[in-house]
């Protein structure tokens, strides 16, 4: 396993300058988000938010498993261009590549799978809501594992604010059409879980590993587990698609997949696996926002409070404003 260089990940520098709550000796300093830290939480919210309907346009041409095989490979192939320009070290013991197989099955292969598969039948709305269930899970799960990710109830109260912000911005109702005979909306529960397992396995495993390393080795694994299925199941595609379908797959691949895990394993080892679930709680806003924008869906006026409770949460996590209003 590789050694990281010093400033590989973002634990040194802008981000490791917030100070840390000072605790008993006997208790792990708590992980927390430092301000930088805050920002790519938002702009992953925003990316993520985006593949929504990235989805959508691909599944008018392509099938489930084509589409996330079609995204994990394409993506890999530009990480491992940019690990081999960079001249970073390659692990070569089974032990990593274990570990990169066992986290492309959580974070990639099931969950897109799942998540893919459910937009077919699920509402966007409940859709939203239920993937937002990824940051309960996450916190949860890492409190669980890691000492310094305990579930505090400063914590507590502020995921669930989030969530009850997603929820306003989605609808209260939708809620209403959840039906746990439905195997599309178990689906998208099972996709939450997995990714707040995978985000735990992350920071567990992966941190030895330059960050893009990971993602590249990560992805690979993930796309030899989706394409022999996707060929058996699908057939091999016929490349024939419209303009809007390869800039759909492009967003995906280089944006959403690519360019965002490496966002994303830059920070986890500075604000640990359950403060990394909370972007979830981003990605249904913005899904909505660049809905109404690309196709010209009107916001209404419980969006608004939505956002105002989703703040709030964020807030109340981060506990800032809370101590400066002691």
């Given at each position: 396993m590789s050694k990281p260089e010093p400033g590989d990940d973002l634990r040194q520098g802008a981000l490791s300058a917030a100070p840390r709550p000072q605790v008993a000796s006997h208790h792990p300093v708590q992980k927390s988000i430092p301000p930088l830290a805050w920002a790519v939480i938002g702009v992953l919210g925003v990316i993520w938010g985006g593949s929504f309907l990235s989805n959508?346009?691909?599944?008018?041409?392509?099938?489930?498993?084509?589409?996330?095989?079609?995204?994990?490979?394409?993506?890999?192939?530009?990480?491992w261009a940019y690990v081999?320009?960079?001249?970073?070290?390659?692990?070569?013991?089974?032990?990593?590549?274990?570990?990169?197989?066992?986290?492309?099955?959580?974070?990639?292969?099931?969950?897109?799978?799942l998540i893919v598969?459910?937009?077919?039948?699920?509402?966007?709305?409940?859709a939203s809501i239920l993937n937002a269930a990824t940051a309960i899970f996450g916190v949860l799960i890492a409190a669980l594992v890691f000492a310094d990710e305990r579930l505090t109830r400063q914590k507590a109260a502020g995921v669930a604010?989030?969530?009850?912000?997603?929820?306003?911005?989605?609808?209260?109702?939708?809620?209403?059409?959840?039906?746990?005979?439905?195997?599309?909306?178990?689906?998208?529960?099972?996709?939450?879980?997995?990714?707040?397992?995978?985000?735990?396995?992350a920071r567990a495993r992966l941190t030895g590993h330059k960050s893009q390393v990971a993602a590249a080795g990560m992805l690979t694994m993930a796309a030899a587990m989706l394409i022999p299925y996707a060929l058996w199941a699908e057939g091999v595609p016929t490349l024939d698609y419209l303009p809007a379908t390869w800039a759909a797959l492009a967003y995906?691949?280089?944006?959403?997949?690519?360019?965002?895990?490496?966002?994303?394993?830059?920070?986890?080892?500075?604000?640990?696996a359950g403060n990394m679930s909370?972007?979830?709680?981003?990605?249904?806003?913005?899904?909505?926002?660049?809905?109404?924008?690309?196709?010209?869906?009107?916001?209404?006026?419980?969006?608004?409070?939505g956002f105002a409770l989703l703040a709030a949460g964020l807030m109340v996590i981060d506990g800032?404003?809370?101590r400066l209003l002691r």
């Amino acid at each position: 396993m590789s050694k990281p260089e010093p400033g590989d990940d973002l634990r040194q520098g802008a981000l490791s300058a917030a100070p840390r709550p000072q605790v008993a000796s006997h208790h792990p300093v708590q992980k927390s988000i430092p301000p930088l830290a805050w920002a790519v939480i938002g702009v992953l919210g925003v990316i993520w938010g985006g593949s929504f309907l990235s989805n959508v346009i691909l599944l008018r041409e392509l099938g489930v498993l084509t589409t996330v095989a079609a995204r994990a490979l394409l993506a890999s192939l530009v990480l491992w261009a940019y690990v081999l320009l960079a001249g970073l070290p390659v692990p070569r013991t089974w032990r990593a590549w274990r570990d990169f197989a066992v986290m492309g099955l959580l974070n990639v292969a099931l969950p897109f799978s799942l998540i893919v598969w459910a937009q077919i039948h699920v509402p966007s709305g409940l859709a939203s809501i239920l993937n937002a269930a990824t940051a309960i899970f996450g916190v949860l799960i890492a409190a669980l594992v890691f000492a310094d990710e305990r579930l505090t109830r400063q914590k507590a109260a502020g995921v669930a604010l989030g969530f009850a912000g997603v929820a306003t911005v989605i609808g209260l109702e939708a809620l209403t059409r959840f039906d746990p005979t439905s195997l599309a909306q178990l689906a998208l529960i099972a996709a939450s879980m997995s990714y707040g397992f995978g985000g735990a396995w992350a920071r567990a495993r992966l941190t030895g590993h330059k960050s893009q390393v990971a993602a590249a080795g990560m992805l690979t694994m993930a796309a030899a587990m989706l394409i022999p299925y996707a060929l058996w199941a699908e057939g091999v595609p016929t490349l024939d698609y419209l303009p809007a379908t390869w800039a759909a797959l492009a967003y995906l691949s280089l944006f959403a997949t690519a360019g965002a895990f490496l966002l994303y394993y830059r920070v986890m080892p500075v604000v640990g696996a359950g403060n990394m679930s909370l972007v979830t709680l981003l990605v249904s806003p913005v899904a909505i926002v660049i809905g109404a924008v690309v196709l010209n869906e009107t916001l209404e006026p419980r969006a608004f409070a939505g956002f105002a409770l989703l703040a709030a949460g964020l807030m109340v996590i981060d506990g800032r404003v809370l101590r400066l209003l002691r």
